[in-house]
């Protein structure tokens, strides 16, 4: 009996936490390893969650490769030509470093060059947690489900078979 008052009340939990989940601030993107949710963090880095969002709603991310992936630290992307070097064609966003949000595992972070004013369109998600990062380059994420689709990305540097991001959705768009 006990068991199972303790099943019904983590799942109570699950369930209202999945309805508290707010639809304008979730992404979701579809790989054809499953789906990746990840949880914004508009109180984190607003500017950064914002050109997200534009460049989800353009279509900007669909059918872009996973060009960087390094077992045990992280799987990048966001680079249309998939070689690293390029991004959107909208200016650069200015770091928006977080003392309290931390790269652990599930963190989605932007990727820029030694400029930490430099960040567009790539960004990456943490295998791990890598502390040095903190502070060092902009938190604007979190995955809170599919992290074993992220673990069954392609690695290398580049991967020989990349694996990409077949469609990537505002939770608040999708039907």
Not at 41 to 56: G, Q
Not at 58 to 83: C, K, L, N, S
Not at 132 to 155: N, P, R, S
Request: proline share 7%.
């Amino acid at each position: 009996m006990l068991r199972a008052l303790a099943f019904l009340g983590a799942l109570f939990f699950a369930m209202t936490s999945a309805q508290a989940a707010d639809p304008e601030n979730t992404l979701y993107v579809d790989t054809d390893h499953g789906r990746i949710t990840i949880a914004l963090m508009p109180d984190v880095a607003p500017k950064h969650v914002e050109r997200i969002k534009e460049l989800v709603r353009e279509g900007f991310y669909d059918g872009v490769v996973f060009h960087r992936v390094i077992p045990g630290f992280m799987a990048q992307t966001g680079d249309p030509t998939g070689t690293g070097t390029g991004g959107s064609d909208k200016p650069d966003l200015r770091a928006e470093f977080s003392r309290t949000a931390k790269f652990r595992r599930g963190t989605v972070g932007m990727a820029r060059t030694m400029d930490p004013n430099s960040a567009n369109s790539q960004f990456f998600i943490m295998f791990a947690p890598a502390p040095h990062l903190d502070g060092q380059y902009t938190i604007w994420g979190q995955v809170t489900e599919g992290m074993e689709a992220v673990d069954k990305i392609a690695k290398g540097e580049p991967p020989a078979n990349p694996d990409k991001m077949n469609k990537v959705s505002v939770a608040a768009d999708v039907d």
